[in-house]
């Protein structure tokens, strides 16, 4: 049985995670800060604070897996400082708090076009956590890439809806992918049997064959 942390849990992938987390017999329970309260759930623990960090700080029980899904846009965040805010730093402290709580995994979604070196703001930050996470020294760290994200958002991304068309026809590498895929991919890797490497990255290619419904029987137990 393990016990697990979910960063970002009201987002598109977040949702969907939580649920198949939910169902998944090998989970005894399911930590998961967020700024406001969550419905009362099966096996959730969720403390809550503006902070998330802060909500985490509240956890002493040790876990074993951390999923991450935080993630947000420079016009949502509203700056550079507050979108890095979010995708940078709230990522690399809570990995590294619950890294102090004995996980051994760490599960992290990032972007296609992660690049520490890139011109671009939004490339760099993604890559620069990602380089923070890896320095982190995890037993087993997972970076996600997904190109284009599909599905209904809390909060619409106008600019995703007027995209996606274009991106369900491009080569798979850049194709889009819905956010219930990502997810299942996330489980699914996290519970497979199958030795894990001290990193993995996983594109968009991986993605989808990690993410391809049904979930394997024996993540149900």
């Given amino acids: ?6 960063l970002g ?32 759930q099966n096996k959730l623990v969720n403390p809550c604070h503006e902070d998330v960090r802060v909500a985490l700080a509240q956890l002493h029980e040790p876990v074993d897996i951390v999923f991450c899904c935080l993630g947000t846009t420079r016009k949502q965040a509203g700056s550079k400082q507050a979108f890095r805010f979010v995708d940078y730093t709230l990522v690399v402290d809570s990995a590294a708090h619950a890294k102090a709580l004995g996980a051994t995994h760490l599960l992290t979604v990032s972007a296609m076009s992660a690049n520490a070196t890139s011109p671009f703001f939004y490339s760099r930050i993604k890559g620069e956590m990602e380089a923070a996470l890896r320095q982190q020294g995890w037993r087993h760290l997972t970076l996600v890439r997904p190109s284009l994200l599909l ?14 068309p274009l991106f369900k026809w491009l080569p798979a590498k850049w194709r889009a992918i819905e956010g219930k895929a990502v997810a299942r991919a996330l489980m699914n890797h996290a519970f497979s049997p199958e030795p894990k490497a001290s990193v993995t990255v996983l594109e968009a290619e991986e993605l989808r064959a990690w993410g391809s419904p049904p979930l394997a029987p024996e993540l149900h137990g």
């Fill in 9 to 40: 849990a009201t987002g598109l992938i977040g949702q969907e995670l939580l649920k198949l987390l939910q169902a998944n017999s090998r989970v005894e329970v399911i930590y998961a800060p967020t700024r406001r309260p969550l419905p009362t």
């Fill in 1 to 6: 049985m393990s016990r697990v942390v979910l």
């Fill in 151 to 164: 599905g209904e958002r809390t909060t619409p991304r106008p600019l995703e809806h007027v995209s996606a």
